[in-house]
C-alpha cells in the first residue's frame, strides 16, 4: 500500500485529523501557559523576557512556526474532505432527526466542527496579524537590562483594552471550547486510543480541557479590559 | 389504540417520494410495530389502494431485515430493540408517527420503505469470512481462547447486519458495522491469518461503497439494536492502521 492510499482511506483521514489536532492543542497549552505571564504584576517584565527568549531561538523557531502551519493545513485539508464525504454519503434529508441518547456523543460540539473550526480559520490569520505582526506598524520597544527589546505586553494591554477586541476574542474562544470539547476525545478515539473502560473518563476528561484551555484564554482579555490601564507611552502601539 | 403514521412512499428508485399520512385503528399495545404497519396495509388494500412496502423476516430480532427510521431514529424509540421487536405500547394513542427509510447514498431506496442494503453484502465478500482450510471441526477445547475474549468477540459477532447504524449516522458512515465484523475476527485465532488483509480490504471496500467517514459522533452505537460499541471502530482503525503500515 503507498502512503497516498492510507490517506485516502477514511480511517487514515481521520489518523491525520486527529495527530494535526492534538499537535494543536499541544501548541495551545504551551502558548497559555506563556500567556499566563501576562498576571505577574510587574507591568510586564516576565512576558517581555519570555517573548524575548522565544525569539532568540532563532532558525529553531522558524522549524516550529513551519511545523505548525503545515499541521494547521493537513486539518483544514482533512476536515474539509471528511465534511464532503459526509455531505455525499447523505443527500436526502431526514424530516425528522433525534438522538436516542445513552452512549451517543452527538452534541451541539460533535455537529459544528466544521463551523467552529471556520471560527478559527478566520481567527487565526487575524491574529498573528494584531500581535505577530502589530498590524504592520512598527512594534513599541522597551529597555530591560541594558536591551531594548519588543513590549509585546503593552501591544496586549492596549488592544484588550479595546472594547470590540475583548468581544471578538471572548466570543472565539468559546467556539474554541466547543472545537476542543468534542476533539479531543475525539482525536484519542479516531487513533484507536480508546477502550470502553475508558472512553467515560476520557469523555469528561475532554470537557474538562476544553473549559480549563477557553477559560484561560478568555479571562486574559477580560482581566486586561477590566484591571489592567492601557498604557499611555505606546506610541506606535497596537492600535 | 389507534395511531396516525406519516409515511414515505416512493414508486421506485428513481423517482421522487412524499409523505402521505394515514390513520391507522384497531390497534392494541401488543402489537409490534410492523403488525401496527400490516394492519396499515390489510386497510389500504381493501380500498384498493398500493400497501406500503418494507422489509421483514425473522420478526425476532435476529435477521437484521426490518429497518425503518421512526420519529427520527433508527428502530424507533426504544434502545437496544429492533423495529420487529418494538411495541405499541412504546407510542402515545392518537399520536403521529413519522416512520421514513434508512436514508444513505450507500443505501438506495427502492420502493417506500425499502433499500437497497448489498453494499453490506459486498463488504464482507472483500473479507468478512476466514477462507484458509481448517479441516474438520476440532475439539472445542482443543483451542484454548480465554473467557473475556471469547465474550468481547461474541459482543462484536451478535451485529446483525441491520444498518441501522448507518442510518444513524449524521454521516451516513458504516464504520460500527465493519469494525465489528474486523474485531469479530481479530480476536479470534481463527482469524488471525487474514487479519490485516482483511482490515484493509474490507475498509477499501467500505469506502468505495460511499459511506461517510466517522466524526465519533457515536450515535450508531445508541441507535445499534446490539449494543455493538464504539470501542469496535477504535479497533478496526489499529487493524487498519497495523495491515496498511505493513504493507507501505
Ligand atoms: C487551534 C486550532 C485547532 C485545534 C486545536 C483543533 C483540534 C481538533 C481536534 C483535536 C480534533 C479531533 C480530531 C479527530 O476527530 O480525530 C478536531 C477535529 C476537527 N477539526 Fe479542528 N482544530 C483546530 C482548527 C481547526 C480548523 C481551522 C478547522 C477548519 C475548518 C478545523 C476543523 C475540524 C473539523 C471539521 C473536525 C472534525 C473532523 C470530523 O468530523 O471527523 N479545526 N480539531
Ligand atoms: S453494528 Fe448494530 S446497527 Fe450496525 S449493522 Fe450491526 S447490529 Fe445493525
Ligand atoms: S425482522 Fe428480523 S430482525 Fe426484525
Known sequence: MSVISIWNSTIGKKVV??????????????????????????????????????????????????????????????????????????????????????????????????????????????????????????????????????????????????????????????????????????????????????????????????????????????????????????????? | MKVNVKVWRQENKDAQGRFETYEVVNLIPEMSFLEMLDTLNEQLLKRGERPVEFDSDCREGICGTCGLVIDGMAHGPKRACTTCELRMRNFNDGSTITVEPFRAQGFPVLRDLVVDRSAFDRIISAGGYVSVNSGSAPDANAIPIPKDIAERAMDSAACIGCGACVAACPNASASLFVGAKITQFSLLPQGQAERHKRAVRMIETMDNEGFGNCSNHAECEAACPKNISIDNIARMRREYMKGSLKAV
Open chain 1, 17 to 239: 485529523m486527529a495527530i494535526t489536532g492534538i499537535g494543536l492543542m499541544l501548541f495551545l497549552v504551551v502558548h497559555l501557559a506563556g500567556n499566563l505571564l501576562l498576571f505577574v504584576p510587574d507591568e510586564g517584565q516576565a512576558f517581555n523576557q519570555y517573548g524575548a527568549a522565544l525569539k532568540s531561538m532563532g532558525p529553531f523557531l522558524y522549524v516550529i512556526r513551519g511545523g505548525l502551519l503545515a499541521f494547521f493545513l493537513f486539518h483544514i485539508f482533512a476536515a474539509i474532505q471528511v465534511y464532503t464525504s459526509k455531505k455525499r454519503a447523505r443527500s436526502g434529508r431526514y424530516a425528522v432527526e433525534t438522538s436516542k441518547g445513552g452512549p451517543s456523543k452527538m452534541t451541539v460540539a460533535s455537529k459544528s466542527m466544521i463551523v467552529t473550526g471556520a471560527v478559527l480559520l478566520i481567527f487565526v490569520p487575524l491574529h498573528i496579524y494584531m500581535f505577530g505582526m502589530n498590524k504592520g506598524a512598527p512594534p513599541p520597544m522597551v529597555m530591560i537590562d541594558g536591551n531594548e527589546i519588543k513590549d509585546i505586553y503593552s501591544m496586549v494591554a492596549t488592544s484588550f483594552n479595546q472594547l470590540g477586541i475583548v468581544v471578538f476574542y471572548v466570543a472565539t474562544m468559546l467556539f474554541l471550547g466547543f472545537h476542543l470539547r468534542h476533539g479531543f476525545w475525539s482525536a484519542l478515539q479516531s487513533l484507536g486510543a480508546m477502550s470502553p473502560r475508558w472512553t467515560p473518563a476520557i469523555y469528561t476528561a475532554g470537557f474538562v480541557f476544553a473549559f480549563l484551555l477557553a477559560g484561560g484564554f478568555v479571562v486574559l482579555p477580560v482581566y486586561f479590559y477590566f484591571f489592567i490601564d492601557a498604557p499611555v507611552a505606546s506610541a506606535g502601539g497596537a492600535l
